[in-house]
T-cell receptor, first 114, second 117 residues
Framework: AQSVTQLDSHVSVSEGTPVLLRCNYSSSYSPSLFWYVQHPNKGLQLLLKYTSAATLVKGINGFEAEFKKSETSFHLTKPSAHMSDAAEYFCVVMTTDSWGKLQFGAGTQVVVTP | GAVVSQHPSRVICKSGTSVKIECRSLDFQATTMFWYRQFPKQSLMLMATSNEGSKATYEQGVEKDKFLINHASLTLSTLTVTSAHPEDSSFYIC?????????????FGDGTRLSIL
């Protein structure tokens, strides 16, 4: 079975400073991993996805994530936080069955202070 | 592209009524649609998966007679919460995928806030 663990439930950063959101995965096979962002009372927007191509994945809005098999990690980073980055972030792994369901992590709430 | 529209965005109704939520793919054909439930400050939990023209497959613990899912066309799926009670109050989110196989991305609607009084 596939699963992800988000190591921080809450991250607070100052505007203009780097953001790091940590995610570890568990999978018997090479996983398909995603980061989604959810703003209050909204659906989810895909930030980026890893599907066994390049280990460093660049996404939208300046976010990127690095797949590290040796550490079973897929951490999300951004060099400089913006106020609009305040949201809930989910690390997600796709199941390897034919359905390709998404298994969501518990989420990390990001707060950006001026 | 790949826009998913969910309606209504918010609904408040009395206990015992049935509520229908629509999920539409506006610019692509959604072979597979998913319905999720999200409690406050929690993650998304998959309720069911449906392929167009087939019966939905429900996750363990989800009552199929309580949460009726219809996916009659390639652009529309509906979730009906039957005889809703306060414990059914939640944020419901749908997603749609253009193919049956998993390597295609899921596109999410903006969710429906359901409040049962």
């Amino acid at each position: 079975a596939q699963s992800v663990t988000q190591l921080d439930s809450h991250v607070s950063v100052s505007e203009g400073t780097p953001v790091l959101l940590r995610c570890n995965y568990s999978s018997s096979y090479s996983p398909s991993l995603f980061w989604y962002v959810q703003h209050p009372n909204k659906g989810l927007q895909l930030l980026l996805k890893y599907t066994s191509a390049a280990t460093l994945v660049k996404g939208i809005n300046g976010f990127e994530a690095e797949f590290k098999k040796s550490e079973t990690s897929f951490h999300l980073t951004k060099p400089s936080a913006h106020m609009s980055d305040a949201a809930e972030y989910f690390c997600v792994v796709m199941t390897t069955d034919s359905w390709g369901k998404l298994q969501f992590g518990a989420g990390t709430q990001v707060v950006v202070t001026p | 592209g790949a826009v998913v529209s969910q309606h209504p965005s918010r609904v408040i109704c009395k206990s015992g009524t049935s509520v229908k939520i629509e999920c539409r793919s506006l610019d692509f054909q959604a072979t597979t649609m998913f319905w999720y439930r999200q409690f406050p400050k929690q993650s998304l939990m998959l309720m069911a998966t449906s392929n167009e023209g087939s019966k939905a497959t429900y996750e363990q613990g989800v009552e199929k007679d309580k949460f009726l899912i219809n996916h009659a066309s390639l652009t529309l799926s509906t979730l009906t919460v039957t005889s809703a009670h306060p414990e059914d109050s939640s944020f419901y989110i749908c997603s749609a995928r253009a193919g049956r196989i998993g390597n295609q991305p899921q596109h999410f609607g903006d969710g429906t806030r359901l409040s049962i009084l």
